[in-house]
C-alpha cells in the first residue's frame, strides 16, 4: 500500500512565523501535490511537482512555496504565516503522468494566530 | 469559477437503501472522473474512476454513471451500510502544462442511518 505521511496532524502557529509542512511518500511516485481544503470550497491546488527540483503553481500559489531536493520528500512553505491561511493541509502523490488516482496523507490541520 | 460542482452539501439515506451523489462539470476537455471518500481526520482514499469514452463503471457496491452530453456524473451506492458515512468528493482530471491535476468538487456529505 502507497503510505504518505505528512510530518504533523496538528500545528498551532502565529501571524508572520515562516511555516514548513513536509510529506513523505514511500512508494517512489513521480509526481506530488499539496493541496488545502476549507469548507464549501473542496480540495484546492497549491503546488505540485512532478519530479526532484521541479515545481508547477496550481491553483491557489500566493502566499506558498515548495521545494523537492529529494523525490520522496516534497515541503510546503509558508513565507509570512497569515491568518487566512488556516486551513487543512494535505499532501499526494502519484505515479507516471497520466491522470490516475492521487494517494493522500492524512492531512495537517493548521491555525494561524 | 468552479468547474466541479457538488450542488448537495449533503445527504441523508437509509440503510439498504440507495446512495445518489451527483456531480456536474463545466469543462468538456475533462477526459476522466474519480470518486474520493473522506473519513474525519483521515485524507481522502479513492473510491472508483471512469474514463470518458465511458458511461458506466461498477466496482462491487459502487458504480459511478457519466453522461457527457449533460456534463455530468453520479456515484451510485447500492445497498447504503453505515460505513459508507463519510465525505465524498468529485474529480475531474485535466492536463496543465503537459501534466495531469486533478480538480475537485466542494464534497457531499453522506450520511447513512439505520
Known amino acids: 500500500d502507497v503510505k504518505v505521511t505528512q510530518s504533523s496532524r496538528y500545528l498551532v502557529k502565529r501571524t508572520g512565523e515562516k511555516v514548513f509542512l513536509e510529506c513523505v511518500q514511500d512508494?517512489?511516485?513521480?509526481?506530488m501535490f499539496w493541496y488545502r481544503q476549507d469548507p464549501g470550497l473542496g480540495l484546492r491546488l497549491i503546488y505540485f511537482?512532478?519530479?526532484?527540483?521541479?515545481?508547477e503553481k496550481g491553483d491557489i500559489p500566493e502566499g506558498y512555496s515548495v521545494s523537492r531536493e529529494k523525490k520522496e520528500r516534497f515541503s510546503l512553505i509558508l513565507e509570512s504565516a497569515s491568518t487566512n491561511q488556516t486551513s487543512m493541509y494535505l499532501c499526494?502523490?502519484?505515479f507516471g503522468r497520466g491522470g490516475g488516482p492521487q494517494h493522500f496523507g492524512d492531512g495537517t490541520r493548521l491555525s494561524i494566530l | 469559477d468552479q468547474q466541479v460542482k457538488q450542488n448537495s452539501p449533503s445527504l441523508s439515506v437509509q440503510e439498504g437503501r440507495i446512495s445518489i451523489l451527483n456531480c456536474d462539470y463545466t469543462n468538456s476537455m475533462f477526459d476522466y472522473f474519480l470518486w474520493y471518500k473522506k473519513y474525519p481526520a483521515e485524507g481522502p482514499t479513492f473510491l472508483i474512476s471512469?474514463?470518458?469514452?465511458?458511461d458506466k463503471n461498477e466496482d462491487g457496491r459502487f458504480t459511478v454513471f457519466l453522461n457527457k452530453s449533460a456534463k455530468h456524473l453520479s456515484l451510485h451506492i447500492v445497498p447504503s451500510q453505515p460505513g459508507d458515512s463519510a465525505v465524498y468528493f468529485c474529480?475531474?482530471?485535466?492536463?496543465?502544462?503537459?501534466?495531469?491535476?486533478?480538480?475537485f468538487g466542494a464534497g457531499t456529505r453522506l450520511a447513512v442511518h439505520p
Open positions: 471512469i474514463s470518458s469514452i465511458k
Open positions: 511537482s512532478y519530479d526532484v527540483k521541479m515545481k
Open positions: 474529480a475531474a482530471s485535466t492536463v496543465s502544462g503537459g501534466y495531469n491535476k486533478l480538480i
Open positions: 499526494a502523490s502519484s
Open positions: 512508494m517512489d511516485h513521480e509526481n
